[in-house]
């Protein structure tokens, strides 16, 4: 029994850091078959419909089958585990994506470095998805305490969601590129920080 339940679980953390070597692996190769890892690959990997749709698909497949294989009085507490991985996930690819838009871009400049970064937007709309998708599966589990977190975790997506959209408003030439850059950099900033904060307890262990 025991031992299913490790396969159950190793299984689902597979599935959970699936988007990682998925997007690795793809990044890899474009860099290689192209000679280079620029930031036309990185807008080519994170602007990629199919490597979002298999990233959505993973993290899915993932908790479902935790919570399938799973006896309904540990059922709440694989809810609680599985926010805290897209929690966790959500940064952590946020942060990924940062880091791989710098090599990317090497020395340009710093609005040129934010536009590569906003121009791949699906990195900001899988993490705003699975912020969104953490809060969505344990409100049944706290509806109690729902009204205490719900605002900051909403404010949190619309800040990540609105990122993109500030960025490509006005790109035709009516709003300076390093005013959209600006914008959409601190509605970013703003929207990882309101995560970090309103969940920083998803990062210290829980003590048995």
Same mark, same amino acid.
Do not use: H, W
């Given at each position: ?7 159950? &679980? ?6 959970? %850091?699936?988007?990682? %070597? ?11 078959? =192209?000679?280079?890892?620029?930031? &036309?690959?990185? $807008? ?11 990233? $959505? ?8 089958? &935790?919570?399938?294989?799973? =006896? ?19 940064? $952590? ?9 710098? $090599? ?7 609005? /040129? ?20 998708? =953490? ?42 590129? &390093? ?28 003590? /048995?």
């Amino acid at each position: 029994m025991e031992t299913k339940s490790s396969s159950i &679980e190793d299984a689902s953390f597979l599935l959970f %850091i699936l988007p990682i %070597i998925v997007s690795g692996a793809f990044a890899t190769y474009v860099a290689v078959t =192209s000679s280079a890892f620029s930031a &036309e690959t990185y $807008v080519a990997v994170t602007s990629n419909s199919i490597v979002f749709l298999i990233a $959505v698909v993973a993290v899915c497949a993932g908790t479902l089958i &935790e919570l399938y294989y799973s =006896s309904p009085d540990v059922r709440s507490r694989k809810l609680d585990e599985n926010a805290r991985r897209m929690q966790r996930l959500a940064i $952590v690819t946020l942060i990924l994506s940062l880091a791989a838009a710098l $090599v990317a871009i090497r020395s340009a400049s710093l609005p /040129v470095y934010l536009g590569t970064f906003l121009t791949g937007r699906y990195p900001i709309l899988y993490s705003a998805l699975l912020v969104f998708l =953490s809060f969505l599966i344990v409100v049944p589990v706290r509806i109690r305490n729902v009204g205490k977190s719900a605002a900051p975790t909403a404010l949190s997506i619309i800040l990540l969601l609105a990122a993109p959209i500030v960025y490509f408003v006005g790109s035709g030439g009516s709003i300076a590129f &390093e005013i959209r850059a600006a914008g959409a950099t601190v509605l970013l900033i703003l929207g990882l920080v309101l995560i970090i904060y309103t969940n920083r307890k998803l990062f210290e262990r829980k003590t /048995v």
